[in-house]
């Protein structure tokens, strides 16, 4: 996969003497940026340079990486500076700024400064991920205190589908970057999002009055989902907007704090249901939009139903329908939007062969992005 995305990348580069592109690696911690920068550095040999804010970081602690949010904060006043100015000062015909995770300064502005005014395209390349860094941890940065993969999930949390679709593996001219405005404050931000470990390998969320479970089966299920679609609809696996997740309770029925009561209700007086996903099934509304989703059992959605009844109960002593009215599913892609208000409890268009054989093996594949050159006024403005 990373090869084949490597040569995608070096096909949209012309090796031309005039030629100046600033790449721009992103991704979650563990998503394989630093091997990305490995490749582009064997291809581009000599005429490449590297700057990784990480190294500014280790180099300004002794040689050694901050492990904590104390000493990165710390750390962050004297190596933000230096990496800038180095930066700055480069004339590489190829730049790398290496390991950005999408904050404005310096990760965007400074590229962006540095491009408009000497020159350069902006490229900026992505490590093909999916949800699966919800569930694991492959990055080693964060260091290994409690508080370490609370950090990584919310950093992750940004990572969810599509969201930077129109900016994210492109190489834009420089001669559009003026185009180029921030993009508005998230609503998925990662640093509301309230969440308790549930079951064995698995957390319950609440963000933006809903209340979400995710875990490992299903984001295992959800993979092997996309490797079970005719290619006419390959190109929706993942393309959404939010977390893989199943939403319990009717969105924007409980206030945020309401919701943390019943999730910690939930953790407290029962196990988390255990969820059988049948297969997938996808809904066309008639117009140019469809929804694909992964579809769950009627068995499982009565289990789940009884304990959320329980537990919302306990909280808020209403007996009222306030349960999910399109039944638990799984959002996997979609045209333009979801569709709420439709009954996903349904048999799907493409089934598992069996529960056990759909999580006994691990199998994860993802397509390689495609990549594209923007470099004039009539293309789609990339938005940050």
Known sequence: MTEEYIQSVIAHCTR???ERIIFVTVGPSGAGKSHLVKELTTRFGEKISVHSLDDYRTRCNNGKYPDTPTSHDTVNKIAIPMYREAVNKDQSRYIV??????????DWQLPLHKAKIENYDLFTILPPVTEYFLVTKRGTHLGQEPGASDIFRKMTARWCGFRMRHFLNRRISCKVLNGMIPQKPDSFSINKMFHL????????????????FIDRDMVNCSIKAGNLLPEEFKHLFLQKDSLLHITLIQPKVFHNDVLKNIARKLVQNSPAPRTHYTGVHLLDNGTDNKVLFMTVSGDSQAEWRRTLLRATCMVTRR???????DGLHVTLGFEKSDIWNVNKVVSPKWRFPNQDSVQSTFFWRVKTPLIQTVSNDTTEQPRM
């Open 16 to 18: 031309v003497p005039n």
């Open 197 to 212: 470990s549930w079951g064995a390998n698995g957390y319950i969320y609440v963000l933006d009055n809903y209340l979400g």
């Open 97 to 106: 700024l290496d390991n950005t995770h999408l904050r404005w300064d310096p």
């Open 319 to 325: 007996r009222d329908s306030f349960l999910n009215r």
